[in-house]
Every structure is written in C-alpha cells, then in structure tokens.
C-alpha cells in the first residue's frame, strides 16, 4: 500500500513536535540560550562569526552573512565588535565591504581556546553514552544531516557481516522499497526469510554478506548464498539513497564476483525487477545478461522481474 497525501501530511504534523522538542533540549543541554557561549565572553552568534573566518580566512563578510543567512547589516555589526576586541582584521580594498576578513594572533588564541573549551564539553556530554552509545548517536547524526542538509557520507568501507546486520538489512530495505515502490508485506517476508535462511544456512568460504558502511552507518549491502556446487546466487542488494553515486553498489556487486571465482564457482545467477533501474545498470556494467523474464503480483502489484546470468 502506497502513503497517500493525507497520510504524508499527519506523518509530517506528528514530526513537527518532536523536532523542535529536541531543538529546546539540545539547546539547553549546549548552552545556546546562555548570553555568553561555553562561558566566554562571546555570544552565540559571535562565537559561529569567528568559527566561520577561522575556517574561510581569508573570507569576506558577505560569504558569510550568505552561508549563516544573516542580515549584512547585522553581521557588519559584529564584526565591529569583534574587531574593536583585537580578534579580527580587514585586509586592503577599496570597497569596505569587500576586504577580507581574517584573525588576529589575539583571535586565533581566543578561538582556540574556544574551540576546546567546546570539544571538552561535548566529549563529557558524549562520555556516559560508551563506545556503542558514541558510535550510534555519530550514525544518527550522520543520517540526520544527510535528511536535513543533504550532506553526503563521508569515506566508506566494506565489512562483512556481524551479529544485528539482518535485521537492520531487513527493516531498512522492506521499508525503503515501500517508500519508493508501494511494495508491502510480502517483500518484508521474502526479505526476511532470505536473512534468517542465510544465518541458519551459513556456510563459510561459499557464502558472505557484505556490509558498507560510514562512521557505524550501514550504506547498503549485498549476499552471495550457494545456488549449487557450480552456482552461486546474488541477493538483496542495497543503497541507501543518500549513497547513491559513490559507487556502493559497483563495490558490492564486484565484491560478489571475486569471492565466487575465489570460491570455485562458475556462474553468479540473480533474480532482480525491471523497475530497479540502478541495480540493473550496475548488473550489466559488471557483465550480467538477462535470461528469463515473468510477471508476478507477489508485493501487491504487478510487477515485472528478471533472471540474470554472470560467466565467470
């Protein structure tokens, strides 16, 4: 069954709260509401002025009234402020507008100490959450940015898989594919009868999982199972959309192709669907061809799926 509008709307309207909860808290917790940041002399919005010359010295002051979306007018006024203390100093121009902005010695030393003032604070925040809290609440922030910001991942890397992947694997593709596809819960179930089988089943040195991930955040994944002796068999292979175009999937599926010739198999066969268009370039680039084609209705709706056959 596919969200309608209405169901859109009164997800979004029940979201609403819960994010600006969690702006008043993260708030308090920060300091943000304090008239001096992490008790230096300097408000909040001076304290992120000074962060942005530090990072973009030399900067002028209309860069950064437009990445902060602050009134030029206002922000003119805190740098008055800040350079009338001895941290910041324009360089030469003829417009005052355009000269550039950058610290001082007596700046530099007052953001340092700023800036591990701050990371002091958040490390004792972080600190009684341990290594496996730390490493979720990363993941978490990391997939907040990318929702939010558009922010993409950072570096990735493959691993192979560990107690608690198939049930993420499970969760995150049943309900990716009836987010994009209408896809419901006849796909949960082969989904997760394919995960379960593969842990019962296991049989090391023919068959893996292979996870990719950033900072502990699955990105996407791939199983190669034993069809038979000659044949293994691709399944479930995923990105998630913010990693799309950083070439997961390409990794994956090659991951897939060397651990089978390894493994002495002949072939790689794979079931896939015509909508899957990604998936279907990343199997042909790799040198799948299509073999067999049907329809079926088994996830609520017609839909059209393929056998692909790899050589090896």
Same mark, same amino acid.
Do not use: N
């Given at each position: 069954m596919v969200e309608?509008?209405?169901?859109?709307v009164s997800v979004i309207g029940r979201t609403v709260p819960r994010v600006?909860?969690?702006n008043r808290d993260f708030s308090r917790l920060m300091g943000l509401l304090e008239p001096r940041y992490m008790g230096s002399d300097l408000s909040v919005v001076e304290a992120r002025v000074l962060y942005e010359i530090v990072q973009?010295?030399?900067?002028?002051?209309?860069?950064?009234? +437009?990445?902060?979306r602050l009134d030029p007018g206002y922000l003119s006024r805190i740098v008055g402020r800040l350079a009338k203390r001895g941290f910041v100093e324009r360089g030469r121009g003829e417009d005052a507008r355009e000269r550039p902005l950058s610290l001082t010695m007596e700046g530099r030393s007052a953001f340092t100490r700023l800036d591990r003032d701050t990371a002091a604070r958040t490390a004792r925040m972080i600190a009684p959450l341990g290594d496996d809290g730390a490493r979720r609440l990363g993941s978490l922030l990391d997939e907040a940015g990318a929702l939010l910001f558009g922010t993409a991942p950072g570096e990735w890397s493959l691993r192979t898989f560990r107690t608690g992947d198939m049930g993420l694997i499970t969760a995150?593709?049943?309900?990716?594919?009836?987010?994009?596809?209408?896809?419901g819960t006849g796909m949960e179930a082969?989904?997760?009868?394919?995960t379960a089988a593969f842990?019962?089943?296991?049989?090391? +040195?023919?068959?893996?999982?292979?996870i990719a991930e950033c900072g502990g955040r699955m990105l996407g994944s791939v199983f190669l199972v034993e069809e038979n002796a000659e044949?293994?068999?691709?399944?479930?292979?995923?990105a998630e959309p913010e990693a799309r175009g950083m070439g997961i999937g390409q990794a994956l599926v090659k991951q897939c192709t060397a651990f089978a010739r390894e493994a002495g198999y002949r072939r790689i066969v794979l079931w896939t669907h015509a909508v899957l268009e990604s998936a279907r370039r990343i199997y042909a680039a790799e040198g799948y061809r299509i073999v067999e084609?049907?329809?079926?209705?088994?996830? +609520?709706?017609?839909e059209l799926s393929e056998s692909w056959l790899l050589e090896l």
């Open positions: 309608t509008p209405s169901d859109s600006r909860a969690f973009r010295e030399p900067v002028i002051a209309r860069d950064i009234a +437009g990445a902060l995150r593709q049943s309900i990716l594919y009836r987010e994009v596809y209408g896809w082969l989904i997760g009868e394919i842990l019962r089943d296991f049989r090391p +040195g023919r068959e893996q999982c292979w044949t293994a068999r691709l399944r479930l292979l995923y084609t049907h329809t079926h209705d088994d996830f +609520g709706k017609p």
